[in-house]
């Protein structure tokens, strides 16, 4: 069975920085597409930031520059670096992965294509 945990949310003021990190378990790491999605309150979850085995990585246009996906094959974990966070980035910030090697831009809008996910982490960013 797959974990997904993830860690490092918390409250911050604007123009702040997080990192999440996301650790996997029981998995194949090296030959899956990874994600971060958030679920801003009382709106449908979407996609943040894709990964795949070839570090090739995407980002919805909201991130505007801002967040950097990575992955440390040697820890099993996936990060996702916040940086000029704004009081919209506020939500659940969820990890998720499925057994593709490679991720595809659109799979930012179909978090369907994922199979595996974590508990969340909560964001909260104050004005």
């Known amino acids: 069975q797959v974990h997904l945990v993830e860690s490092g949310g918390g409250s911050v003021r604007a123009g702040g920085s997080l990192k999440l990190s996301c650790e996997a378990s029981?998995?194949?790491?090296?030959?899956?597409?990874m994600a971060w999605f958030r679920q801003p309150p009382q709106k449908s979850r979407e996609g943040v930031a894709l990964?795949?085995?070839?570090?090739?990585?995407y980002y919805a246009q909201f991130v505007k520059g801002r967040f950097s996906i990575s992955r440390d094959n040697a820890k099993n974990t996936l990060y996702l670096q916040m940086n000029t966070l704004e009081p919209e980035d506020t939500g659940m910030y969820y990890c998720?992965?499925?057994?593709?090697?490679?991720?595809?831009?659109?799979?930012?809008?179909?978090?369907?294509?994922?199979?595996?996910w974590g508990q969340g982490t909560q964001v909260t960013v104050t004005a």
């Open positions: 990964l795949d085995t070839d570090r090739d990585d």
């Open positions: 998720a992965a499925v057994r593709e090697s490679l991720c595809y831009r659109v799979m930012l809008g179909r978090s369907e294509s994922f199979t595996n």
């Open positions: 029981n998995f194949v790491w090296r030959r899956s597409c």
